[in-house]
Nanobody, 127 residues
Framework: QVQFVESGGDVVQSGGSLRLSCVASGFFLQYYAVGWFRQAPGKEREGIACSSSSGGDTDYADSVKGRFTISRDNAKNTVYLQMDSLKPEDTAVYYC????????????????????WGQGTQVTVAS
C-alpha cells in the first residue's frame, strides 16, 4: 500500500518545540520532492515547507520561515519537520505528501501536484 504515515504531533506550550516524522511506504521517497502542509479548523490547507529529492533545496512559507526546518533521510524513507518557537496560530493538523512531478519544488508548486497524502498528525499549541 502506497502511503505516508505522520507522527509526532502533541500538545505543547507556546514557545516550545516539536519534531514531526513522516514515513513513506510502498514507494521510494528518494525520487521525489516532498512537502509539509497544515490545515487549521475552518481554514484551507496550506503548504508550509518543501524539500527537493536530495534534501539540498528547501523552501518555506513566510509564516514558518526561520522557525521550522524540513529534512529527510532517504535511506529511512522518512521526512521530518522540526518546529521551534511554536505559536498558538501553528495549531493545525499537519500532513506530508510527495510531488510526483518534480524532484525540486518550491512553495509556488500547486497542491494538486502532490500525492500519497497521509492521515495527518495533530499539533496543538497552548498559549
Amino acid at each position: 500500500q502506497v502511503q505516508f504515515v505522520e507522527s509526532g504531533g502533541d500538545v505543547v506550550q507556546s514557545g516550545g518545540s516539536l519534531r514531526l516524522s513522516c514515513v513513506a511506504s510502498g514507494f521510494f521517497l528518494q525520487y521525489y520532492a516532498v512537502g509539509w502542509f497544515r490545515q487549521a479548523p475552518g481554514k484551507e490547507r496550506e503548504g508550509i515547507a518543501c524539500s527537493s529529492s536530495s534534501g539540498g533545496d528547501t523552501d518555506y512559507a513566510d509564516s514558518v520561515k526561520g522557525r521550522f526546518t524540513i529534512s529527510r533521510d532517504n535511506a529511512k524513507n522518512t521526512v521530518y519537520l522540526q518546529m521551534d518557537s511554536l505559536k498558538p496560530e501553528d495549531t493545525a493538523v499537519y500532513y506530508c505528501a510527495a510531488n510526483l512531478l518534480r524532484t525540486r519544488a518550491t512553495m509556488a508548486s500547486p497542491q494538486h501536484e502532490y500525492s500519497y497524502w497521509g492521515q495527518g498528525t495533530q499539533v496543538t499549541v497552548a498559549s
